[in-house]
């Protein structure tokens, strides 16, 4: 069965500094990967996904995530962070053999001190 | 344009009664998903619906719990002889086709059982 672990349930950086949320995945076969974010009292919102092509992909205020078949992770990053960044961040996969039943993270709550 | 809606927003319910959430998609997307979110967790799928298909219930954690879907739009999960640990966030989201992966999600119905 596939699981997806995100390292870190808090994260915390100061304004300006790098953000580095992390996710592995268990898989056979690579799946479609997916970051979700969810800022305080707001519904689920897609920040970027991986289906095929390109491994470095790019989403929503400036994040992007880098799929590593070998390290089966799919790490998001944002050079610069911003205190409107503060929110919860789940990973998600989908598989690609089949069916569509979707597995989140627990999640990562990022902080962001001024 | 109307995005995913929910409601109720939130239910009140004590230990032992029955309760409906409702989903309504947005419109034209032809796939629709339960989850749960209980605090401090990750979404826990419940249930997907594909068209006409038959839906993965893989997800549902006992026969208490069921859903439908009717008329390939609105569903309504169904959660029966309500018990304290079914309190939770229940997220439902909807994808324009299985094969589009990106999912949108409703703000959610928050459910108390006292």
């Known amino acids: 069965a596939q699981s997806v672990t995100q390292l870190g349930s808090h994260v915390s950086v100061s304004e300006g500094a790098l953000v580095l949320l992390r996710c592995n995945y268990s898989?056979?076969?690579?799946?479609?990967l997916f970051w979700y974010v969810q800022y305080p009292n707001q519904g689920l919102q897609l920040l970027l996904k991986?289906?095929?092509?390109?491994?470095l992909v790019k989403g929503i205020n400036g994040f992007e995530a880098e799929f590593k078949k070998s390290e089966t992770s799919f790490h998001l990053t944002k050079p610069s962070a911003h205190m409107s960044d503060a929110a919860e961040y789940f990973c998600a996969v989908t598989p690609n053999t089949g069916g569509f039943k979707t597995i989140f993270g627990a999640g990562t709550r990022l902080f962001v001190k001024a | 344009g109307a995005g995913v809606s929910q409601s109720p927003s939130n239910k009140v319910t004590e230990k032992g009664k029955d309760v409906e959430l409702r989903c309504d998609p947005i419109?034209?997307?032809?796939?629709l998903y339960w989850y749960r979110q209980s605090l401090g967790q990750g979404l826990e799928f419940l249930i997907y619906f594909q068209g006409n298909s038959a839906p993965d219930k893989s997800g549902l954690p006992s026969d208490r719990f069921s859903a439908e879907r009717t008329g390939g739009s609105v569903s309504t999960l169904t959660i029966q002889r309500t018990q304290q640990e079914d309190s939770a966030v229940y997220l439902c989201?909807?994808?324009?086709?299985?094969?589009?992966?990106?999912?949108?999600f409703g703000p959610g119905t928050r459910l108390t059982v006292t």
């Open positions: 989201a909807s994808s324009p086709r299985l094969a589009s992966y990106e999912q949108y």
């Open positions: 419109s034209g997307h032809t796939a």
């Open positions: 991986y289906t095929t092509g390109a491994t």
């Open positions: 898989s056979s076969v690579p799946p479609y």
